[in-house]
């Protein structure tokens, strides 16, 4: 109990983390559902895509695994590129494959967007190869703030940029969602396309804007990842955007903020699981998380339950 | 004639089959084709245990692949040395399939009530969950494998006749494959097979006409799993080993491609899909790299393009098509014939004395009803007494919570207080399923037929609640089911017969999105009196009739009361109908009883006065 209560500061911040990063994949599959009631089964592989993107630019500018220029705006170059490609891709996707299915039934709106994933993934293992890649980022780093000691917690510069950079995306959506015209329009659209577009409001281009900001999100969550744990391969956009979409149901899928809430939630569990069990069982216990949800408390924690009109 | 000539077509059409399967692995160039020819078997039943789910009863289940996978696994470890248990296959093909299908039973019990796409994230959770385990399963005590599997399984031997040679597996797969096929054709031609059409089509309304939607759906799933964890097994053999990786998310596409490239709920379709990409990536191996992109690609463009797959609706498969406009020789029908033919022509069993009297026994009581949604109270305190071949109308402006009364005496909501009484027993809280087989069935003010099926078929679902036919008798045709299922024809069509031609002849193969506006209402009541219930909840009859067609269906009612003894509760906004028809009428205004009685006492009432028209002098 004692060692455990060592670990409890590391594996916060662990969670903490990781929690960032599932926040951000949630927002987006949260933001597509709210308006459009479709599960963005691809939303996983925009993810993995961002983090290519990521990759290459990190590629492209160094050499022998030294960055060319000041660290800070590799960085800064690599998440505006993954969130530029993603948000591309999302609004392609949705263009190409949704769109065509608006008035269909949901399943083949499902089905589509399983097609998409599928696709995806396997465009990318083509061009890029099943082997991951790795980020070099020990050189981004100067040496002596790689690894920050507070007390007996230990923790990385890197973890920290991860949950600064989450934290400050998840603040300035928050903001355009609250503030801004095109937050308020999102927020008509998502109670009620109909009389949002009676209003004057063009749903479709606010469909877009969803997409290219859900995808975004993450994209940039795709990069922060590679950067945490130094590789990316074609495979990992499946388990994330499960993970992602399990914190998007947590929260209550549609609410912007649950989805936050519900990633940093899930975050923490998975940290805190991994000091009771295996680590290869840490997925097991998310997914666990996942079925209990959906079977006890589907509109999640902060989502209404709306009764079925007859 | 033509009966017998379609018989000896399917005649024909078996014996090509059975003789194509019988020489097919002796045309196979070589082992490498025989293989493939086995696995396009296996890959047919795959296909067609997961149309059972995803294609009859509209269930997008992810976790399919994992009751393949149960299958291979239960193989692997009761005939291998991994435990040293060597039964032998008769013994453990029965085993594996039943096992697979109890997790797929589990597996519905705790997911069936999500719809949609949530049910496809838990069921993909579950997949997840399953190839952690066999992945992770090799430590401590060593169960699956990990990641290296289980291999060298015991050969099969099905009395003596050792399965070896890729010959011998081929002929086993394929007559297993043959056996699923005729099993998923016998059950789409049940009341099974239309009590899962149903619940695609409309829940609701499944629910409603008696088809206890949960439980068909928990079979759908157990059925798919049951072939799953067959062909599981027979894969593992054949295979003789078995890896995670065989039983992963790649492999559900693929699965999933084949139906839907067939044609979801089309059963030759779903076959020809399977055999199509069974076979086509051979042709492509040198694209191998590309397959699973292609497959990404089939299923994007035939959503977008062809959602109801290569077969869905081509016409030699599907029922053949009748001209609607002409009869049998040819020749165009005029359409008066049709529209102003004169009262059914045959007598409905069921009227209990013959003639109309009314009872005094009260069939249907409210007591103290109240449902509010979000703080609106839609009926409030509310009482009446329905009593025995009595028609009491309910009217009210609009909002007055009319719909309401009817969704809480079906059983679509549950009142927050009050009693339901049906012949004295307490019917609130009934599942709506249990209310239409206590005896009380309804229609819907906006139509919920079930569309794409045919006339007779929408009368044929409502008399799910009354037949009994299991699984085994439906696979093996037993003379119960055969008894049952004639049964339910001749009562459909006795049905569709009291509204004169308008239902019967040519339309009875129609679907029923061909029929006119009128004759949908006609068919939404046919479809509640099929069910045998005696006490009819009609929700705005002739909502949208002309006045022709008002007339006539206000005197169908009256007939259903007075020749065939029906208790009748009713929802109409004109107040004509209501007139002519109605024995008491209440009426309702912001939830509340505003009075009751016969129709002249209620039209004098000034409550009802002012909520129809406001009160004076504002």
Same mark, same amino acid.
């Given at each position: 109990?004692?060692?455990?209560?060592?670990?409890?500061?590391?594996?916060?911040?662990?969670?903490?983390?990781?929690?960032?990063?599932?926040?951000?994949?949630?927002?987006?599959?949260?933001?597509?559902?709210?308006?459009?009631?479709?599960?963005?089964?691809?939303?996983?592989?925009?993810?993995?895509?961002?983090?290519?993107?990521?990759?290459?630019?990190?590629?492209?500018?160094?050499?022998?695994?030294?960055?060319?220029?000041?660290?800070?705006?590799?960085?800064?170059?690599?998440?505006?590129?993954?969130?530029?490609?993603?948000?591309?891709?999302?609004?392609?996707?949705?263009?190409?494959?949704?769109?065509?299915?608006?008035?269909?039934?949901?399943?083949?709106?499902?089905?589509?967007?399983?097609?998409?994933?599928?696709?995806?993934?396997?465009?990318?293992?083509?061009?890029?190869?099943?082997?991951?890649?790795?980020?070099?980022?020990?050189?981004?780093?100067?040496?002596?703030?790689?690894?920050?000691?507070?007390?007996?917690?230990?923790?990385?510069?890197?973890?920290?940029?991860?949950?600064?950079?989450?934290?400050?995306?998840?603040?300035?959506?928050?903001?355009?969602?609250?503030?801004?015209?095109?937050?308020?329009?999102?927020?008509?659209?998502?109670?009620?396309?109909?009389?949002?577009?009676?209003?004057?409001?063009?749903?479709?281009?606010?469909?877009?804007?969803?997409?290219?900001?859900?995808?975004?999100?993450?994209?940039?969550?795709?990069?922060?990842?590679?950067?945490?744990?130094?590789?990316?391969?074609?495979?990992?956009?499946?388990?994330?955007?499960?993970?992602?979409?399990?914190?998007?149901?947590?929260?209550?899928?549609?609410?912007?903020?649950?989805?936050?809430?519900?990633?940093?939630?899930?975050?923490?569990?998975?940290?805190?699981?991994?000091?009771?069990?295996?680590?290869?069982?840490?997925?097991?216990?998310?997914?666990?998380?996942?079925?209990?949800?959906?079977?006890?408390?589907?509109?999640?924690?902060?989502?209404?339950?709306?009764?079925?009109?007859? | 004639?033509?009966?017998?000539?379609?018989?000896?077509?399917?005649?024909?059409?078996?014996?090509?089959?059975?003789?194509?399967?019988?020489?097919?692995?002796?045309?196979?160039?070589?082992?490498?084709?025989?293989?493939?020819?086995?696995?396009?078997?296996?890959?047919?039943?795959?296909?067609?245990?997961?149309?059972?789910?995803?294609?009859?009863?509209?269930?997008?289940?992810?976790?399919?692949?994992?009751?393949?996978?149960?299958?291979?696994?239960?193989?692997?470890?009761?005939?291998?040395?991994?435990?040293?248990?060597?039964? #032998?296959?008769?013994?453990?093909?029965?085993?594996?399939?039943?096992?697979?299908?109890?997790?797929?039973?589990?597996?519905?019990?705790?997911?069936?009530?999500?719809?949609?796409?949530?049910?496809?994230?838990?069921?993909?959770?579950?997949?997840?969950?399953?190839?952690?385990?066999?992945?992770?399963?090799?430590?401590?005590?060593?169960?699956?494998?990990?990641?290296?599997?289980?291999?060298?399984?015991?050969?099969?031997?099905?009395?003596?006749?050792?399965?070896?040679?890729?010959?011998?597996?081929?002929?086993?797969?394929?007559?297993?494959?043959?056996?699923?096929?005729?099993?998923?054709?016998?059950?789409?031609?049940?009341?099974?097979?239309?009590?899962?059409?149903?619940?695609?089509?409309?829940?609701?309304?499944?629910?409603?006409?008696?088809?206890?939607?949960?439980? +068909?759906?928990?079979?759908?799933?157990?059925?798919?799993?049951?072939?799953?964890?067959?062909?599981?097994?027979?894969?593992?053999?054949?295979?003789?080993?078995?890896? #995670?990786?065989?039983?992963?998310?790649?492999?559900?596409?693929?699965?999933?491609?084949?139906?839907?490239?067939?044609?979801?709920?089309?059963?030759?379709?779903?076959?020809?899909?399977?055999?199509?990409?069974?076979?086509?990536?051979?042709?492509?191996?040198?694209?191998?790299?590309?397959? +699973?992109?292609?497959?990404?690609?089939?299923?994007?463009?035939? +959503?977008?393009?062809?959602?109801?797959?290569?077969?869905?609706?081509?016409?030699?498969?599907?029922?053949?098509?009748?001209?609607?406009?002409?009869?049998?020789?040819?020749?165009?029908?005029?359409?008066?014939?049709?529209?102003?033919?004169?009262?059914?022509?045959?007598?409905?069993?069921?009227?209990?004395?013959?003639?109309?009297?009314?009872?005094?026994?009260?069939?249907?009581?409210?007591?103290?009803?109240?449902?509010?949604?979000?703080?609106?109270?839609?009926?409030?305190?509310?009482?009446?007494?329905?009593?025995?071949?009595?028609?009491?109308?309910?009217?009210?402006?609009?909002?007055?919570?009319?719909?309401?009364?009817?969704?809480?005496?079906?059983?679509?909501?549950?009142?927050?207080?009050?009693?339901?009484?049906?012949?004295?027993?307490?019917?609130?809280?009934?599942? #709506?399923?249990?209310?239409?087989?206590?005896?009380?069935?309804?229609?819907?003010?906006?139509?919920?037929?079930?569309?794409?099926?045919?006339?007779?078929?929408?009368?044929?679902?409502?008399?799910?609640?009354?037949?009994?036919?299991?699984?085994?008798?439906?696979?093996?045709?037993? #003379?119960?089911?055969?008894?049952?299922?004639?049964?339910?024809?001749?009562?459909?069509?006795?049905?569709?017969?009291?509204?004169?031609?308008?239902?019967?002849?040519?339309?009875?193969?129609?679907?029923?999105?061909?029929?006119?506006?009128?004759?949908?209402?006609?068919?939404? +009541?046919?479809?509640?009196?099929?069910?045998?219930?005696?006490?009819?909840?009609?929700?705005?009859?002739?909502?949208?009739?002309?006045?022709?067609?008002?007339?006539?269906?206000?005197?169908?009612?009256?007939?259903?009361?007075?020749?065939?003894?029906?208790?009748?509760?009713?929802?109409?906004?004109?107040?004509?109908?209501?007139?002519?028809?109605?024995?008491?009428?209440?009426?309702?205004?912001?939830?509340?009883?505003?009075?009751?009685?016969?129709?002249?006492?209620?039209?004098?009432?000034?409550?009802?006065?002012?909520?129809?028209?406001?009160?004076?002098?504002?």
């Amino acid at each position: 109990m004692e060692a455990y209560l060592q670990q409890l500061p590391q594996q916060l911040i662990n969670g903490l983390t990781i929690g960032g990063v599932y926040a951000l994949i949630a927002i987006g599959y949260t933001m597509v559902y709210g308006i459009l009631f479709m599960l963005n089964f691809a939303h996983g592989e925009i993810y993995m895509i961002g983090g290519f993107a990521g990759w290459w630019v990190l590629h492209l500018l160094s050499v022998n695994s030294r960055p060319i220029m000041n660290a800070a705006l590799i960085i800064s170059l690599m998440i505006i590129a993954a969130m530029a490609v993603s948000g591309i891709l999302g609004v392609l996707v949705e263009r190409l494959a949704y769109r065509p299915l608006r008035q269909a039934p949901r399943i083949n709106l499902l089905l589509s967007a399983l097609g998409v994933s599928i696709f995806l993934q396997n465009l990318v293992l083509n061009f890029q190869g099943a082997k991951p890649r790795f980020f070099h980022v020990t050189a981004l780093v100067p040496k002596h703030i790689r690894v920050i000691q507070v007390g007996d917690v230990v923790f990385s510069f890197m973890r920290i940029l991860v949950i600064a950079v989450s934290f400050l995306l998840m603040a300035v959506l928050s903001y355009m969602i609250k503030k801004t015209k095109t937050g308020k329009a999102m927020r008509a659209t998502a109670q009620d396309i109909e009389a949002a577009t009676f209003m004057g409001i063009d749903t479709d281009r606010i469909i877009v804007y969803v997409f290219l900001i859900g995808s975004a999100l993450g994209g940039a969550a795709g990069t922060l990842v590679g950067l945490l744990f130094t590789q990316v391969d074609y495979y990992v956009g499946f388990q994330a955007g499960l993970k992602g979409f399990t914190a998007a149901v947590l929260g209550g899928i549609g609410n912007i903020s649950g989805a936050m809430l519900g990633g940093i939630i899930l975050g923490l569990t998975e940290a805190l699981a991994t000091t009771f069990f295996p680590s290869e069982y840490k997925d097991i216990v998310s997914f666990t998380i996942l079925i209990i949800v959906l079977i006890f408390r589907p509109w999640g924690l902060m989502g209404e339950k709306i009764p079925e009109k007859v | 004639m033509t009966l017998q000539a379609t018989r000896r077509n399917r005649f024909l059409g078996s014996a090509a089959v059975l003789l194509a399967l019988f020489l097919l692995p002796y045309v196979m160039p070589n082992d490498y084709w025989l293989r493939i020819y086995g696995i396009t078997g296996i890959y047919v039943m795959l296909s067609l245990g997961l149309n059972v789910v995803a294609g009859f009863a509209g269930l997008l289940d992810l976790a399919y692949v994992a009751f393949f996978g149960i299958g291979g696994y239960t193989f692997a470890l009761l005939s291998s040395n991994q435990f040293n248990i060597h039964l #032998p296959f008769l013994i453990v093909l029965p085993i594996a399939a039943l096992l697979t299908m109890a997790f797929g039973f589990a597996l519905g019990t705790t997911s069936i009530r999500l719809s949609g796409d949530y049910l496809a994230i838990v069921t993909l959770a579950f997949a997840q969950v399953f190839k952690l385990l066999l992945i992770n399963l090799d430590r401590p005590v060593n169960i699956t494998g990990g990641v290296n599997g289980i291999y060298n399984f015991d050969a099969i031997n099905i009395f003596g006749m050792k399965i070896v040679s890729p010959e011998s597996y081929a002929y086993l797969i394929w007559f297993s494959a043959l056996i699923v096929i005729i099993g998923c054709f016998r059950l789409k031609d049940s009341r099974y097979g239309r009590g899962w059409n149903a619940i695609r089509e409309d829940e609701l309304a499944a629910k409603v006409l008696g088809v206890n939607a949960t439980w +068909m759906k928990l079979k759908a799933f157990a059925g798919g799993a049951f072939i799953a964890g067959g062909a599981g097994a027979l894969f593992a053999s054949f295979q003789d080993s078995v890896f #995670p990786n065989n039983f992963d998310f790649p492999q559900l596409v693929i699965v999933y491609c084949m139906v839907i490239l067939g044609g979801l709920g089309n059963i030759l379709g779903v076959v020809l899909g399977a055999i199509l990409l069974s076979i086509l990536p051979e042709f492509l191996r040198e694209y191998g790299a590309y397959r +699973m992109m292609f497959y990404g690609l089939i299923l994007i463009i035939l +959503m977008a393009l062809r959602p109801q797959g290569l077969l869905g609706a081509i016409g030699f498969l599907s029922r053949t098509k009748k001209r609607p406009d002409k009869d049998e020789t040819g020749v165009l029908r005029a359409s008066t014939d049709l529209y102003y033919e004169a009262a059914p022509e045959s007598e409905c069993k069921g009227s209990e004395n013959g003639k109309y009297c009314k009872g005094n026994r009260v069939a249907l009581e409210i007591k103290g009803v109240s449902m509010s949604f979000g703080g609106i109270t839609a009926v409030n305190d509310l009482d009446f007494c329905l009593f025995e071949r009595e028609i009491l109308s309910i009217i009210g402006p609009n909002g007055a919570g009319k719909s309401t009364v009817f969704n809480l005496i079906s059983g679509i909501y549950r009142p927050e207080r009050g009693s339901v009484l049906y012949n004295g027993s307490e019917i609130a809280g009934l599942k #709506p399923h249990q209310v239409l087989k206590a005896g009380i069935a309804r229609t819907f003010q906006n139509l919920r037929l079930f569309n794409k099926m045919t006339v007779l078929d929408n009368a044929k679902v409502a008399q799910f609640h009354r037949t009994k036919t299991g699984p085994l008798s439906i696979l093996l045709h037993l #003379p119960r089911y055969k008894k049952e299922e004639e049964e339910c024809e001749r009562y459909a069509r006795e049905i569709l017969g009291l509204f004169g031609k308008r239902l019967t002849g040519y339309r009875l193969e129609q679907e029923a999105t061909s029929l006119s506006y009128a004759n949908r209402r006609r068919l939404e +009541m046919a479809r509640a009196l099929s069910t045998k219930a005696r006490v009819l909840m009609l929700d705005e009859p002739s909502a949208g009739m002309n006045p022709q067609e008002t007339s006539e269906v206000t005197d169908f009612i009256k007939e259903l009361r007075d020749k065939y003894g029906y208790t009748i509760l009713l929802i109409e906004h004109k107040l004509n109908l209501v007139r002519r028809i109605s024995d008491r009428v209440l009426v309702l205004d912001y939830g509340r009883k505003i009075a009751e009685g016969s129709y002249d006492e209620v039209a004098g009432n000034t409550q009802v006065i002012e909520a129809y028209l406001g009160r004076k002098g504002r």
